[in-house]
């Protein structure tokens, strides 16, 4: 009797020495051949660990005297398929759910942007009435009427360089105005 078949009826027999002394033998070979078939994705040391729990289970399902490493690679093999189908059912989820998540999602932004809007909208037109006429004017020279800066310059008696910086200076008033009243509105 050769010494893998004297370890094998001893951990047969119960013998976790025995046992250890086989998953020894074998993990480097199991594992390596798990690595090379796994898919990507694929936990190959997981398949090669429930590989020897299944062996363990089953160990008192061995015969005897028929090849070892051809048994042993079998449940390899089963534990491989298992985590392949594992793997397809995780993709197959996310293929048929990622879409109708993202749709969903998108759908519920645009609703939130939508309501956001409408507000900003209205606190927008609030700080606007708060302006003198003269900066409401170039305001709606620039934006409702679309004037090249030059044109606004030239009508208001002003440099370019002014109007430009009277619109950064107002763009900023309003943005921190808009903030304002969204702010108290949450508070």
């Known amino acids: 009797m050769s010494d893998l078949e004297t370890e094998i009826r001893r951990a047969q027999a119960g013998d976790l020495d025995a046992f250890e002394s086989i998953?020894?033998?074998?993990?480097g070979p199991v594992r390596a051949w798990t690595v090379a078939r796994c898919p990507a994705g694929g936990d190959a040391d997981d398949v090669a660990q429930r590989t020897f729990i299944e062996i363990f289970r089953r160990i008192s399902e061995y015969r005897p005297?028929?090849?070892?490493?051809?048994?042993?690679?079998?449940?390899?093999?089963?534990?491989?398929?298992?985590?392949?189908?594992?793997?397809?059912?995780i993709a197959d989820y996310h293929q048929r759910y990622m879409p109708r998540a993202l749709a969903d999602e998108l759908s519920r932004r645009a609703e939130s942007e939508n309501t956001d809007a409408g507000l900003r909208l209205e606190y927008l037109k609030t700080c606007l009435q708060k302006l003198d006429e003269n900066t409401r004017r170039i305001l709606a020279e620039r934006y409702d009427e679309g004037l090249p800066l030059e044109e606004i310059a030239r009508r208001a008696n002003r440099s370019v360089g002014a109007i430009k910086k009277s619109l950064f200076i107002l763009r900023g008033k309003l943005h921190a105005c808009v903030q304002n009243k969204a702010a108290g509105e949450i508070a």
């Open 23 to 27: 998953i020894r033998r074998f993990e």
């Open 65 to 89: 005297g028929s090849d070892f490493r051809a048994w042993l690679f079998t449940v390899a093999r089963f534990q491989l398929r298992a985590e392949i189908t594992r793997l397809q059912r």
